[in-house]
């Protein structure tokens, strides 16, 4: 069963806007994960946050988590034609397997 | 740094036939974990190996089975495959000590016939 759930489940925005999706979960967490995925291939690890960590921050993108709310949201700022994938976020509960959610598909017009 | 590195790119079988994914880790690495990924079932935890040893497995059936070499490179056999085992099977790598963070591979797209 998938711990995570994404939300939106899509998402069309114009490059140079910013993107943002968000992620609820069930139990707690050890950390969480966010992940791309281009046309169904391999996943790039985008950042990992920690459960005692609220922000963190790489490159053009901002990861929030609230434990207390259980769920983490991704930014993507100022988006460009390369950031349509799919994102996931996964959880690692402190078992070393993560549980991922359904994803979001974030598409980027030109 | 080399990546994780997965093969075959493709692969397809017939149903009832055994198929063999292999998963090279990030050298450093002793953790490699095998994923499934398909249609309208989300990516789905298979198997985790660290230092030669499964240490935990998926809700999935004994056909599943993999083992994991001494150079920390990583096997997925599965048995009498179904139809239903057409998906993308993954493979990640971590170094346990760093907080588990998980790298991927550009998996192996299994098609059952």
């Known amino acids: 069963s998938q711990q995570g759930e994404e939300d939106p489940q899509a998402l069309s925005i114009q490059e140079g806007e910013n993107a943002t999706m968000n992620c609820s979960y069930k139990t707690s967490i050890n950390n969480l994960q966010w992940y791309r995925q281009n046309s169904g291939r391999g996943l790039v690890h985008l950042i990992l946050?920690?459960?005692?960590?609220r922000e963190k921050h790489s490159g053009r993108l901002r990861v929030t988590l609230d434990t207390s709310k259980k769920s983490s949201s991704l930014l993507i700022t100022a988006s460009r034609a390369a950031d349509t994938a799919s994102y996931f976020c996964a959880t690692d509960r402190g078992d070393y397997k993560l549980s991922f959610g359904a994803g979001t598909t974030v598409t980027v017009r030109a | 740094e080399a990546g994780v590195t997965q093969s075959p790119t493709h692969l397809i079988k017939t149903r009832g036939q055994q198929a063999t994914l292999r998963c090279s880790p990030i050298?450093?690495?002793?953790?490699v974990y095998w994923y499934q990924q398909a249609l309208g079932l989300g990516l789905q935890f298979l198997l985790w190996?660290?230092?030669?040893?499964?240490?935990n497995r998926g809700n999935f059936p004994p056909r599943f089975s993999g083992r994991q070499f001494p150079n920390y490179s990583s096997e997925l056999n599965v048995n009498a495959l179904e139809l239903e085992d057409s998906a993308l099977y993954l493979c990640?790598?971590?170094?346990?000590?760093?907080?588990?963070?998980?790298?991927f591979g550009p998996g192996t797209r299994l098609t059952v016939l």
């Open positions: 050298s450093g690495h002793t953790s």
């Open positions: 946050i920690r459960s005692n960590e």
């Open positions: 990640a790598s971590s170094f346990l000590l760093a907080h588990n963070e998980q790298f």
């Open positions: 190996y660290d230092e030669g040893e499964e240490r």
